[in-house]
């Protein structure tokens, strides 16, 4: 119906050349977030990636990707909705990475059909990292002493109050290595035989853009806007497009924590944890 009205309008007034959707995917992915503090996970940016692949006429939908990471669980559950709907809707899926695609947020990149960068953006982190602190020294120093109590004898384990167990440890790292095996068979099958025999390129490591397209994780360089007139002609017009609105027509960043009363004092806590944790994952690249 679009294509028809668009038609019947006088030439002067119509739209030239194609539109392509652009959706920017940007920040540390998590579940949470809010307004002031937006992350990605799939509540937050499944509407914009709906409302882009449902533009009819766009051979192609665009994205953004500018992250350092996060919960490989989002990152996948994104890279499976981006591919799920390129596949329902026929649509090429162009990748481009600014600063930083790295580990869940190169897992993401995924799921583009080909991926761009900037030769100085940082590309790779494929594999799993897990952190936190101990405090069982601290507890002692001023006299606190952990009571827990549970009905299952492995339900505490790596708790940072106590010291170290080995056991604990080996048991994480055995589901550190279940996850990476996931995000290296995700990374054969989506880039094949572009890939580089090299056994770096599963150990971790990041890279530049320009050394991530000689690996094979990147198919090129360049900026969007360049990179789609060269493809789709002169006139292509990029349309940027965002998620849902709410009545007041803010943004609305997905699913967000309560913020009763009685949870102000919690989350003030949980969110300075994760905004510590947030500026830890850019940092790492440098940012």
Do not use: C
């Not at 090299?198 to 490591?205: A, K, W």
């Amino acid at each position: 119906m679009a294509g028809l009205l668009s038609r019947m309008l006088p030439k002067r007034f119509r739209k030239e050349g194609t539109a392509i959707p652009v959706v920017r995917l940007h920040g540390v992915i998590m579940t949470g977030g809010s307004q002031f503090r937006p992350t990605l996970n799939i509540a937050t940016v499944a509407p914009a990636l709906e409302k882009a692949f449902s533009k009819k006429d766009a051979p192609a939908v665009a994205i953004s990707i500018n992250s350092p990471g996060g919960s490989p669980v989002q990152s996948r559950l994104i890279y499976q909705r981006i591919r799920a709907l390129a596949e329902e809707k026929n649509k090429k899926v162009l990748m481009f990475v600014e600063d930083v695609a790295a580990s869940g947020g190169y897992m993401i990149a995924l799921a583009g059909d080909e991926i761009f960068v900037d030769p100085t953006s940082i590309v790779g982190s494929i594999g799993v990292v897990s952190g936190g602190f101990g405090f069982p020294e601290l507890l002692r120093k001023i006299g606190v002493e952990r009571r827990v109590y549970t009905a299952g004898e492995n339900k505490v384990i790596l708790d940072p109050f106590q010291p170290e167990k080995e056991g604990d440890v080996e048991y994480l790292k055995t589901l550190q290595l279940e996850i990476h095996k996931v995000f290296i068979d995700m990374v054969k099958a989506r880039r094949g035989s572009r890939l580089a025999d090299d056994e770096t390129i599963f150990s971790g490591l990041f890279w530049t853009g320009v050394r991530g397209l000689e690996l094979g994780l990147v198919d090129g360089t360049g900026e969007m806007r360049e990179t789609l007139k060269r493809r789709y002609g002169p006139k292509t017009r990029l349309e940027l497009v965002g998620g849902a609105r709410n009545i007041f027509g803010r943004r609305l960043p997905g699913v967000v924590r309560g913020s009763a009363a009685g949870d102000i004092g919690a989350g003030a806590v949980a969110g300075l944890a994760e905004t510590l944790e947030e500026k830890a994952l850019w940092g790492r690249y440098g940012m």
